[in-house]
């Protein structure tokens, strides 16, 4: 029996994640036929088998960390005559493994590796060529392994994008452009908030071991945990080094609020909120709540622990208010903010405010945030870059709302214009996330309506 181990695929990394097997026991295979995809921090490759033979087992399950060197799947050897089948023909010899990448093999996603073998056994390998490199039919389309966990990653049907490649198969471009332009539908539907608060996903394999009945409610309840490995990893180890703790990203955009002062002077003058404060802040705070949820990675937590890192998804959300007050800053938390009507968060701000004004903020009140809002408005200014509260991934500021000349149908009016930005924790949320999220607010902003989905 033949052990296959993981290869060095020449990029200074010790560990990969297998993401993908491409082979069963049994399975007959010959030397650079594709058995897997592994995914490193910089690319998802292809690995190719430097063995012809049955697969005897696989010692690794998908979605495991592989540490570079560790053994990953046994084969038999094929009979003498199967492996004459398999042997590269043409002149001159086959050449010896080598545990670098073949000429041309692109680093980035889809590169290949070819003819690695395992200690100092001698595998016979042919070099592909690139017309050759391998591709997979999904329901009739043709698209290489690399593309087709792209378009997974993406929630984008293979089936449903038009493909342009010069042999008919689906490019990178090509699911990318399908993405970009089903996410102009993104407001037509809005998720709900998961029945289960949080879940703990965790970077093993638990062992089953249940807990006493009796036992209060465990972390897992609470918390989803995702493993934080391959590019997720690479990605923070890389974010971290380059700021102090959590490293910053923020954005921001400008945005046309005529429509959420006009919802403003309505909500006050109705019956249903006399006696109650309404400020353009309880709309900013339905839209955060509305926003967090079609992006839950923006209410997420980094924790490092003993056994690595991991990202907590909340499923629910305590909104924290930045309040400036005698005793200094403040950044008390409205609990279970998800839950409450517009009527009902609009009175939990009225009272955080008037108690974080008294100097009543208790430390309970201050704890467990999972996002905040900043309203540096009030202050007379438009944008800034505010610092993440601490144990949280995100903080959403809010310009002053000030009436400037906007182009509307072609013509300059006057309008209630203000900017939303924030910053947040690039090593648990990317750009694209960073970018949907604050579109959303500025959605809401520009179109209130859009809260009755």
């Known amino acids: 029996m033949q052990t296959f181990h993981l290869p060095d695929v020449g990029e200074g990394l010790t560990e ?44 690794v399950g998908e979605g495991d960390t592989v540490d570079v060197g560790a053994p990953i799947i046994t084969v038999a050897p094929a009979s003498a005559e199967a492996r004459e089948q398999h042997e590269p023909t043409g002149h001159g010899q086959p050449s010896a493994v080598t545990n670098e990448p073949a000429a041309g093999d692109a680093e980035g996603s889809g590169s290949v590796l070819v003819g690695y073998g395992s200690g100092s056994e001698a595998q016979t390998r042919r070099r592909k060529k690139p017309a050759q490199a391998p591709v997979a039919k999904a329901v009739g389309v043709v698209a290489k392994p690399p593309i087709r966990k792209l378009a997974r990653d993406l929630g984008v049907a293979l089936a449903e994008v038009r493909a342009t490649g010069p042999a008919g198969e689906v490019t990178r471009e090509d699911v990318l452009a399908h993405a970009q332009q089903a996410s102009v539908f993104r407001n037509i539907t809005t998720p709900e908030w998961p029945a289960v608060r949080e879940q703990e996903i965790p ?9 006493p009945a009796e036992a209060p409610a465990a972390v897992s309840a609470r918390v989803e945990e995702i493993p934080v490995k391959g590019v997720r990893k690479a990605t923070a180890n890389a974010m971290v080094g380059s700021a102090y703790t959590a490293p910053h990203v923020s954005v921001w955009t400008d945005v046309d609020a005529t429509r959420t002062m006009e919802y403003v002077k309505r909500l006050k003058a109705s019956p249903d909120f006399a006696g109650i404060k ?34 907590h998804v909340r499923h629910y959300v305590n909104l924290g208010i930045a309040a400036a007050t005698p005793r200094g800053l403040l950044v008390p938390n409205i609990k279970d903010a998800h839950e409450l009507s517009m009527k009902d968060l609009a009175r939990a701000l009225e009272r955080l405010t008037i108690t974080a004004r008294e100097g009543k903020t208790t430390p309970a009140d201050q704890q467990g945030g999972t996002i905040t809002i900043t309203n540096i408005g009030v202050f007379g200014m438009d944008a800034g870059t505010p610092i993440i509260n601490p144990g949280e991934s995100a903080i959403v500021a809010m310009g002053t709302i000030r009436q400037k000349p906007w182009v509307v149908d072609g013509e300059v009016r006057p309008r209630w214009v203000t900017t939303v930005s924030g910053s947040f924790d690039h ?3 990317d750009g694209d996330g960073v970018s949907r999220f604050v579109a959303d607010i500025a959605a809401i902003l520009e179109e209130p309506a859009l809260l009755l989905d």
Do not use: C, Q, Y
């Not at 430097?50 to 087992?57: D, L, N, R, W, Y």
């Not at 970077?203 to 807990?211: L, M, S």
């Not at 353009?280 to 955060?288: E, F, Q, T």
């Open 16 to 59: 990969a994640e297998l993401v993908t097997w491409h082979v069963k026991p049994g399975d007959e295979v010959a030397v650079d036929d594709v058995i897997a995809e592994i995914e490193t921090a910089k690319s998802l490759v292809e690995l190719p088998s430097p063995f012809a033979g049955t697969v005897g087992e696989l010692l």
């Open 203 to 211: 970077v093993a394999a638990p062992v089953a071991t249940p807990a």
């Open 278 to 311: 309404v400020s353009p802040l309880l709309i900013v705070a339905r839209a955060v709540l509305w926003a967090a949820r079609r992006t839950p990675m923006i209410n997420s937590a980094w924790v490092d622990g003993e056994d690595g890192a991991k990202i």
């Open 427 to 429: 090593r648990v949320i």
